[in-house]
């Protein structure tokens, strides 16, 4: 198994961040480190501190030279795809082709109805992201890309330099949902994120991916496989080891541990112990 950590840009500062960020970029076992997309703190009060996503991330790649970085996820209706594809390519060259690009068909309904960028039915939420992983595709592998389509038109449209991972950037997709989530990753995604649940339950939404893969044609293998493993405000690392062993027994290729505000780099060198003495990890790791 690999681990990678979370810190949410939300309730706190962009030093407490730094801090943890450059400490694991010195610890081997974490192979990359991922933000989130939100710009008002989720499950927690609203009114406080948010970062950008994006901007951290740039700012994080940076300040850092092993770690593998990606925003999980991008809430593909804040920015247009091709926008997007220019900022994915452009950190993929500043990263030297460090960048994984996390996105999804978005869900917050507050921030969104508070900026007004409009959101739409669930239906139409995930139309439109279908559209966009086709742009996003196209722009980021292609000299031109022409789409027609309900959300976004373009002609001939570039997008250069690319970074210089080949095709693209590792595309991950971050939801449970079966329909059209896992639909779309069996169709577009290298990396699949399991928003969270008991480990029969991504058991069940592996099964449903590994379907939808066979009906386009992909071996589900070439899909990484993560989960979110959530550390608790008491550091219990012990319950973090159990969860993911129960999750990499059914079939868990990574597990991204959410580190919990205020953000301490002390947290790391336990954790990170315990992971090797666990035996979890890969080798490589």
Not at 25 to 38: A, L, N, P, Y
Not at 97 to 110: P, V
Not at 150 to 159: D, G, H, M, P, V
Request: glycine share 8%; aromatic share 10%; charged share 25%.
């Amino acid at each position: 198994m690999r681990f990678a950590f979370k810190t949410s840009p939300q309730n706190t500062t962009w030093p407490d961040m730094l801090a943890v960020w450059q400490a694991a970029d010195d610890i081997d076992v974490f192979e990359s480190g991922w933000t989130f997309d939100h710009f008002y703190p989720i499950f927690s009060d609203p009114t406080g501190p948010c970062l950008e996503g994006w901007v951290t991330l740039t700012a994080l790649a940076q300040a850092t030279t092993r770690l593998r970085v990606g925003v999980l996820v991008t809430g593909i209706h804040y920015r247009h795809p091709a926008v997007l594809a220019n900022m994915a390519s452009t950190l993929d060259i500043v990263s030297g082709g460090r960048l994984e690009l996390g996105i999804g068909a978005g869900w917050n309904e507050e921030e969104s109805g508070a900026y007004g960028i409009a959101l739409g039915t669930v239906k139409e939420r995930f139309d439109r992201f279908e559209e966009a992983c086709e742009v996003l595709t196209g722009l980021l592998s292609q000299e031109t890309t022409s789409f027609d389509g309900s959300f976004y038109r373009l002609t001939e449209a570039r997008n250069e330099p690319k970074g210089p991972q080949r095709p693209h950037p590792p595309i991950c997709i971050g939801g449970n949902g079966e329909k059209r989530t896992l639909r779309i990753t069996a169709r577009y995604a290298d990396h699949w994120n399991f928003v969270g649940g008991p480990p029969e339950e991504f058991a069940r939404k592996r099964e449903v991916l590994a379907a939808h893969c066979a009906d386009v044609g992909r071996d589900p293998k070439d899909i990484m496989l993560s989960a979110h493993v959530r550390l608790n405000p008491e550091r219990d690392y012990d319950r973090v080891i159990d969860e993911a062993a129960a999750l990499g027994a059914e079939g868990l290729d990574m597990a991204i541990v959410y580190l919990p505000p205020p953000y301490d780099p002390a947290v790391l060198e336990p954790l990170a112990e315990k992971i090797r003495e666990s035996g979890l990890a890969s080798k490589d790791s």
